[in-house]
């Protein structure tokens, strides 16, 4: 005589030693190998200097920097945060799930009256 399996399972979610949130600014998505789907988030920032060189005062102290002397990236930052790789049906479910929040969440945001700033 086997037991009926159970009416429903529990699950804890638990946050691993690593994690950590991120800012998705946008996403790269490609495909691997294995015909994963490999979706990338970034985030976009202005670059921070490579070198800076500021002046020594004549107390020995740090003066000012020497705008034209930085050495910068001369683009957008695009610094990329985490490389998801999915199967395809995982990466399915994913697009049902973000379609069914995003439709909730405009719902949401046109029912409440618009706030004006005073």
């Not at 985490?82 to 929040?101: D, F, K, N, P």
Request: aromatic share 8%; net charge neutral; no cysteine.
């Amino acid at each position: 005589m086997s037991e009926a399996p159970p009416a429903k399972i529990k699950f804890d979610y638990i946050k691993s030693n690593f994690f950590r949130t991120a800012r998705a600014d946008g996403a790269w998505v490609g495909t691997n190998g294995f015909s994963d789907v490999v979706l990338n988030f970034y985030s976009e920032r202005t670059p921070i200097p490579k070198q800076t060189v500021h002046l020594i005062t004549e107390q020995n102290m740090l003066g000012d920097e020497i705008r034209a002397e930085r050495v910068a990236r001369d683009a957008v930052v695009r610094e990329v945060e985490i490389s998801l790789s999915m199967s395809l049906g995982v990466a399915q479910s994913l697009y049902e799930l973000l379609a069914r929040q995003i439709k909730a969440t405009e719902s949401a945001k046109a029912s409440q009256p618009e706030k004006k700033l005073t």
